[in-house]
């Protein structure tokens, strides 16, 4: 493993084997092949991961990220193919695009008026959708989410009648740079949560539809997702963490403390599981609906940087602030 904080991880499967793709605070990656043993009713299923061949060979992703950033999960985005890696942070206000197989530069896009802090990416879904197009979603610290159309077709953002990219909707409504974005492009919105204030849900077309007013007087979002089942989960700097979830109509479910600032969030597919990972070094899973706590895993490895459900939802990886990748098995689920 890096011996650099791991910040985001997503797993991938259009090569032969399954892969998991890790990336690091410094801005380099790796590739690791992985292979699952079915269970029994005696015996939890076993994931084995094959180190990435060429661990230490691969090139950083572009110059290093601005000083004035703290680099996140946040910050760094994957294709679902895992081959497109996408990076904000740049000094130069741009965000870009990496293929995964050699390390290179695809595209710089530019847009923002300053450094773009966090991405996001979702493609289209339906029998009208053409392959692998979707949208990347870029907030900035000035106070602005831009929409830009992916091609999959051409492996980059693209724009019809011009050899510069131009961003298909500009969302507003922050006062304070945006930390945290999220898109979907199934459900047609976005939520992002700025620095300061309310998080915002927009529609692809950037109107603006719903702020997200939490019970609690929060005021200060860190981390936003937004669900496939219409759900969106936030969390707060507040308090030393706290969760709220809300509906897709801007109503809110429920909402906790945890008393630890948490530093990653992942759901399930169906919406029933909410799983975050923070300072303390624990998992902890929470059901959606309520925030009932089902189960907790104690690592023990640093804090907890990145998550993310493989394929089949049996497995949760942890990218830790040790550079380790863990795995853990979802006995929550049976």
């Known amino acids: 493993p890096s011996s650099f904080p791991s910040s985001s991880s997503s797993s991938s499967s259009h090569s032969l084997a399954p892969s998991l793709l890790t990336l690091s605070c410094n801005q380099t990656y790796t590739v690791n092949k992985w292979n699952t043993t079915p269970g029994t009713s005696q015996h939890a299923p076993t994931v084995s991961i094959t180190p990435d061949p060429q661990i230490g060979q691969r090139p950083r992703l572009g110059d290093p990220l601005d000083q004035s950033l703290s680099p996140s999960g946040s910050s760094f985005a994957a294709l679902p193919s895992g081959d497109i890696?996408?990076?904000?942070?740049?000094?130069?206000?741009?965000?870009k695009t990496f293929a995964t197989e050699s390390g290179r530069v695809l595209q710089c896009v530019f847009g923002h008026r300053d450094i773009v802090t966090c991405v996001d990416v979702s493609l289209e879904e339906g029998l009208c959708a053409a392959p692998n197009d979707g949208l990347v979603a870029s907030g900035s610290n000035d106070a602005t989410v831009?929409?830009?159309k992916w091609s999959g077709q051409l492996s980059r953002i693209a724009e019809k009648h011009s050899d510069t990219p131009l961003p298909v909707a500009i969302l507003t409504g922050h006062e304070c740079p945006v930390v945290s974005v999220?898109?979907?492009?199934?459900?047609?919105?976005?939520?992002?949560g700025a620095k300061y204030g309310y998080c915002l849900v927009h529609s692809m077309s950037g109107e603006l539809m719903h702020k997200l007013v939490p019970s609690s007087p929060w005021m200060r979002p860190h981390l936003t997702l937004l669900m496939s089942c219409g759900y969106i989960a936030i969390h707060y700097a507040d308090q030393k963490g706290c969760l709220a979830v809300?509906?897709?109509?801007?109503?809110?479910?429920?909402?906790c403390f945890l008393g630890d600032p948490t530093l990653a969030m992942v759901a399930s597919k169906d919406g029933e599981y909410l799983i975050t990972g923070g300072v303390s070094s624990r998992i902890r899973v929470f059901s959606c609906h309520n925030l009932e706590r089902i189960c907790v895993y104690d690592t023990q490895k640093g804090s907890i940087r990145s998550l993310y459900f493989s394929r089949d939802h049996r497995?949760?990886?942890?990218?830790?602030?040790?550079g380790s990748t863990d795995v853990y098995s979802t006995h929550f689920w049976i």
């Open 85 to 95: 890696i996408v990076v904000s942070g740049f000094w130069d206000k741009s965000f």
């Open 146 to 148: 831009l929409l830009w």
């Open 182 to 192: 999220s898109v979907d492009c199934p459900l047609g919105l976005v939520v992002s």
């Open 246 to 255: 809300f509906t897709c109509n801007g109503m809110e479910v429920s909402h």
């Open 315 to 322: 497995f949760i990886f942890a990218g830790t602030s040790t």
